[in-house]
């Protein structure tokens, strides 16, 4: 917590002889409580597991089929790209296949109608790969899932998750309403540290209500994993209720799409992959400063979550994710890839910028390394929040012929593949799990 400037945390960690938690620091630095395994944190993305989880079981009761289109159960979707508008399917929101821009962040207000203002407002957002052509992370697709739920069920996606997840599960300590966390002991985000070290509270604290089903959840470590059990136990609750069939939770872990070698795969909405031979099941979230990580290996009887309130949370929890992977559940770090160096050709080829509406990211070279800057180009989580920084310059390394990895600072440990069109030429480079165009 002191090398990543993090004032407070919550781990939950569930082994063969059942959960545990580990939790210190305190809630926000301006009105500090302590937290406990009960303090409300903002899950962020691991919300995205709750919506498909949702959308299956639609699907399992016959009410929707995840091939069909969109627009078979919302006529007038639309992006840019009149294909896409047309044969974009339910399930490809869950796989981030669906290739338009996901990173749309815009207010529409906190009426019962923001959910449908926000999908008429994709109607201009182009794509940043054809669709169903490669994996690209995709905000704005769960906005859309949250509205066929919302069109299904004839309820509002905040009631809906309560009344079809949280209270068959008992997770009595999640929420959705930001009006609701009030009462509650609940965390704030905080800034990364200025260059004295210090952090302070972050804002806003409540997504737009047009991302809820992306992103606005807010629960417990004991809630959490009692999510993680629900999955592990193919469905039952604690009280032994089977509160969803267990093929619609098997169907939820079949990998969809493939998103590249030697990084594993999406299923419906949680990503696949491999440690020393142990299938593992993760996700993660991010909101205004507060980071959180979500894994399970079911072969081992593990799940854990770490939830931050700091803005380098996502490092803190890499290191714990690591720790308790080597040394609760014996599985030994994966050996470095063997080191790989480019061409001048290849060199040449990748440096530039890339690019997408709400950030540009360059690389280029610094004496005989090669050197890359993220640049936001739009606030988070609206349009009317001021963008953040740009990051220092930190250092990027091939790590094969097709990726890249960055070497320190924020986005220490983060992987970039390199994309290339039909043609063979470099067309995107996906960096922190989106598509970015290639520019120059």
């Known amino acids: 917590m002191a090398e990543f400037h993090i004032p407070g945390v919550s781990i939950g960690v569930i082994t063969a002889d059942g959960p545990e938690y580990f939790t210190a620091g305190v809630t926000s630095i301006d009105n500090p409580l302590d937290v406990t395994a009960d303090t409300l944190f903002q899950v962020g993305s691991n919300t995205k597991l709750m919506t498909a989880t949702l959308l299956l ?4 009761q016959g009410k929707i089929d995840l091939d069909a289109p969109i627009r078979s159960v919302l006529p007038d979707f639309k992006v840019q790209d009149e294909t896409a508008s047309a044969t ?3 399930r490809q929101l869950l796989t981030h296949s669906a290739g338009w821009v996901g990173d749309h962040f815009i207010e529409t207000g906190s009426g019962d109608d923001a959910l449908d203002r926000y999908v008429k407002s994709m109607a201009n957002l182009p794509q940043l790969a054809p669709i169903n052509f490669s994996f690209s992370y ?3 697709a769960f906005a859309v899932a949250g509205a066929i739920i919302e069109k299904i069920t004839g309820q509002l996606y905040e009631d809906a998750i309560v009344e079809m997840l949280f ?12 009006a609701e966390a009030m009462l ?8 990364p540290p200025n260059e004295d070290g210090e952090v ?3 804002g806003p604290w409540p997504l737009p209500r047009a991302m809820y089903a992306a992103g606005a959840v807010a629960a417990s470590a004991v809630d959490m994993l009692m999510f993680a059990q629900f999955f592990m136990d193919g469905g039952k609750t604690a009280e032994g209720v089977q509160a969803i069939p267990p093929e619609v939770m098997a169907q939820m872990w079949e990998p969809q799409f493939e998103i590249g070698a030697g990084i594993g795969s999406v299923a419906h909405s949680w990503f696949v992959e491999d440690h020393g031979g142990h299938t593992a099941y993760r996700h993660g979230g991010a909101t205004v400063g507060q980071l959180s990580a979500f894994k399970l290996i079911p072969s081992k009887n593990f799940a854990f979550v770490s939830m931050t309130n700091g803005q380098l949370g996502t490092l803190f929890n890499a290191a714990i994710e690591a720790w308790l992977i080597e040394n609760v ?5 994966a050996p470095d890839p063997a080191p790989f160096t480019p061409t001048e050709a290849q060199i040449a080829e990748l440096l530039g910028t890339y690019g997408r509406p709400i950030m540009d990211m360059e690389i280029k070279q610094d004496g005989d390394k090669l050197v890359a800057q993220v640049r936001a180009k739009q606030g988070f989580p609206t349009e009317n929040d ?5 990051t220092p310059w930190f250092e990027v390394r091939f790590i094969s012929a097709g990726a890249i990895k960055a070497f320190g600072g924020p986005m220490d440990g983060n992987q970039g593949q390199l994309i290339r069109k039909p043609d063979g030429s470099l067309g995107w480079l996906r960096f922190t799990s989106r598509l970015n165009i290639k520019q120059n």
């Open 386 to 390: 001021p963008p953040r920084p740009p």
């Open 200 to 202: 302070s509270v972050a």
């Open 57 to 60: 079981l639609l699907a399992h």
């Open 329 to 333: 559940c014996g599985i030994a770090p």
């Open 138 to 140: 995709n905000n704005s």
């Open 88 to 90: 974009a399917t339910i």
């Open 184 to 191: 509650r002991r609940f965390a704030v985000g905080h800034t």
């Open 167 to 178: 209270k068959p599960l008992g997770m009595n300590n999640s929420l959705i309403r930001a």
